[in-house]
């Protein structure tokens, strides 16, 4: 794909048949769309007027295995940019997805169900989650990304009205998070079931990133089942964050709000150095650390992981 191909950017007529995706790639063995192209989506057209549930994704893949998506730049997604759904063996490389900061949910790339998948020397400039690394994924790479603005790299929202729902492997190296909301997170629903394991940040550059660090077990979203009181919890296990230099806007660094009886365990945080971002006046950062069995070696800042319910956490983000 080397020129350009547009959505025609009327919701109304796409409406009428409530497809999900504008561009669909199903049920494929051995896929491979290269080129230099656009793909823009003009969603412009459906941000003030649909609701999020309605819009469609740019482009979806669903039971693809062994494909390849690279080199295209997609502009304005309706909703998030690129869907991966129960996939196996996928790289994709050297995108571009692009739309305004404060566009509503357009995700650059949703996994879930999907085994084998690379991310690979790309740049994702979206109003929403960079990378979501969602249920039923496992072995995930992701190399050499930039991200900003947005949500920055998150494992989840798992767990959601006590869904068992499992991630593991994913290692996510060489990216930086420029002017995004958060860095690498992973947020868990209270009442939920399965895991989030064997996780590693490395090497992750941080311009003006407002919460860089952030494990949250007890994740709620507009008010939705945000009991912290209940029975379960799922788990957090086997996460490294190693390597992380740069600045940071918010006022709490590294945030690892653990639900009291499953705690976050096997927690390592390793030459982690966070200064203030001179445009935030460099105030002192703080860390906010509750039920989490942490191994810390080279932190820039005092993270004292209390197991009380002294204080609250600082405020949802
Ligand atoms: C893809 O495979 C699934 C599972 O076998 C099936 O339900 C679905 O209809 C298939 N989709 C298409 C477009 O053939
Ligand atoms: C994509 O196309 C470019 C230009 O033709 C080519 O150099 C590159 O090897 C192709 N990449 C893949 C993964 O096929
Ligand atoms: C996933 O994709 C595979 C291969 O295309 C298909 O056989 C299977 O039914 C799909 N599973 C689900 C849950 O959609
Ligand atoms: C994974 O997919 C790539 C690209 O289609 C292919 O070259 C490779 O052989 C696949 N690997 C396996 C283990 O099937
Ligand atoms: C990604 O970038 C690295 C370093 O520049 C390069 O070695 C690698 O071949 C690239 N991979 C792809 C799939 O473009
Ligand atoms: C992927 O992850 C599973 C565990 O979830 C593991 O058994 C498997 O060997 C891994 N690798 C591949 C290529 O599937
Ligand atoms: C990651 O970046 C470091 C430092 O720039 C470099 O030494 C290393 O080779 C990179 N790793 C990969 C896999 O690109
Ligand atoms: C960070 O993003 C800003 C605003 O888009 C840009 O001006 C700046 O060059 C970026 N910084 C780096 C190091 O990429
Ligand atoms: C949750 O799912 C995982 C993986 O599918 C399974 O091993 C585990 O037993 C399930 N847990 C419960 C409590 O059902
Ligand atoms: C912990 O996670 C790392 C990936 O960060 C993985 O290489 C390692 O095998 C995991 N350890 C265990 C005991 O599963
Ligand atoms: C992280 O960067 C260091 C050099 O700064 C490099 O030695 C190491 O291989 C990098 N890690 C990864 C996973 O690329
Ligand atoms: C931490 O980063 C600051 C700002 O970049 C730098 O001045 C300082 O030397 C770094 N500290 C360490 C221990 O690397």
Not at 82 to 94: F, Q
Not at 129 to 158: M, T
Not at 210 to 225: E, F, L, M, T
């Amino acid at each position: 794909i080397d020129g350009r191909i547009e959505a025609l950017g009327k919701p109304d007529e796409w409406l009428k048949d409530r497809m999900e995706c504008l561009l669909c790639f199903e049920n494929v063995t051995g896929l491979l769309v290269n080129g230099s192209g656009l793909i823009h989506g003009h969603g412009e057209a459906w941000w003030d007027s649909v609701s999020h549930s309605h819009r469609p994704r740019t482009v979806r893949f669903n039971g693809v295995i062994n494909m390849v998506y690279n080199g295209l730049t997609q502009k304005n997604s309706p909703k998030n940019h690129i869907s991966v759904h129960n996939c196996t063996n996928a790289t994709l490389s050297n995108l571009h997805l692009i739309a305004p900061g404060d566009s509503p949910n357009t995700d650059g790339i949703d996994v879930s169900l999907s085994n084998g998948l690379q991310i690979l020397n790309s740049s994702i400039e979206t109003g929403d989650d960079c990378i979501a690394i969602n249920s039923g994924s496992r072995n995930i790479s992701i190399a050499r990304v930039a991200c900003g603005p947005g949500h920055g790299i998150s494992i989840g929202s798992l767990g959601r009205d006590g869904a068992n729902e499992t991630v593991e492997n994913v290692k996510v190296w060489n990216c930086s998070f420029n002017g995004t909301q958060n860095g690498a997170r992973i947020k868990t629903w209270a009442g939920g079931l399965g895991f989030a394991r064997n996780i590693l940040f490395e090497n992750i550059t941080l311009i003006d990133a407002d919460n860089p660090i952030v494990i949250d077990q007890h994740y709620c979203n507009g008010g939705h089942d945000c009991d912290h009181d209940k029975k379960t919890a799922v788990g957090v296990s086997n996460v490294t964050f190693r390597y992380f230099e740069g600045t940071c806007t918010g006022e709490t660094a590294i945030k690892l709000d653990c639900d009291k009886k499953t705690r976050c365990r096997k927690i390592v945080m390793d030459h982690i150095n966070i200064t203030s971002s001179p445009s935030s006046s460099e105030r002192n950062l703080n860390s906010y650390c509750r039920f989490a069995d942490v191994v810390s070696r080279f932190v820039s800042v005092d993270l004292s992981c209390l197991d009380s319910e002294d204080c609250l956490p600082p405020a949802p983000y």
